[in-house]
């Protein structure tokens, strides 16, 4: 069942970071409804919001995100009704 949800990741401050992540959501044909990307302390602090993603396709995402080597930490946010 599809849901509402944010992935938010920490990255080394490199291009390819970045790009990799973006790449992830190509990959499974997501369109996000927002993505905000800063450079914050050293890092890439991404935030990709979904309108509607499915559970699968959720679980999947933050998998290979997390498999990226420059990704330090990355989490899915399910807002609270």
Same mark, same amino acid.
């Given at each position: 069942m599809p849901f509402p949800c944010r992935l938010l990741v920490e990255a080394d401050p490199c291009p390819q970071a970045l790009l990799r992540v973006l790449?992830?959501?190509?990959?499974?044909?997501?369109?996000?409804?927002?993505l905000t990307a800063d !450079?914050?302390?050293?890092?890439? !602090?991404?935030?990709?919001a979904f309108d509607d993603l499915p559970e699968p396709k959720?679980?999947?995402?933050?998998?290979?995100?997390?498999?990226?080597v420059a990704v330090h930490r990355a989490r899915l946010v399910v807002p609270t009704p």
């Amino acid at each position: 069942m599809p849901f509402p949800c944010r992935l938010l990741v920490e990255a080394d401050p490199c291009p390819q970071a970045l790009l990799r992540v973006l790449g992830l959501v190509a990959q499974q044909m997501l369109e996000p409804a927002k993505l905000t990307a800063d !450079r914050e302390g050293g890092c890439w !602090r991404l935030e990709i919001a979904f309108d509607d993603l499915p559970e699968p396709k959720a679980e999947l995402l933050l998998a290979k995100t997390e498999a990226i080597v420059a990704v330090h930490r990355a989490r899915l946010v399910v807002p609270t009704p």
